[in-house]
């Protein structure tokens, strides 16, 4: 079985910062793309920031210039800074994992963690 387990979401002020970590465990063969989306209230959930195996990044426009994404081993970082009210949601992150059991990649969620940012 595999789980991916965020850490990090809290309260913080404009113009502060968070590093939001999630860990792939279980058993695990291979893992392909890692990501990081957001949900708040009201809204559909939306990229964030998403990496490649070998390292190459996407951002949403929204993001650029204050997010980076990052990934060791098997776990995927999202370091925030400059955060914004409009950064407040539920971020969740993603991977394509292959499962030592699966003939293929299958997309895992964690259960997300809150970002909340008011003064």
């Known amino acids: 079985q595999v789980q991916l387990v965020e850490s990090g979401g809290d309260l913080v002020q404009p113009g502060g910062s968070l590093r939001l970590s999630c860990a792939a465990s279980?058993?695990?063969?291979?893992?392909?793309?890692m990501g990081w989306y957001r949900q708040a209230p009201g809204k559909e959930r939306e990229l964030v920031a998403a990496?490649?195996?070998?390292?190459s990044t996407n951002y949403a426009d929204s993001v650029k210039g204050r997010f980076t994404i990052s990934r060791a081993e098997n776990t995927v970082y999202l370091q925030m800074n400059n955060l914004k009210p409009e950064d407040t949601a539920v971020y969740y992150c993603n991977a394509d994992i292959k499962s030592v059991r699966s003939s293929g990649f299958w997309t895992y969620w964690g259960q997300g963690t809150q970002v909340t940012v008011s003064s």
């Open positions: 990496i490649s195996t070998g390292g």
């Open positions: 279980g058993s695990i063969f291979s893992i392909n793309t």
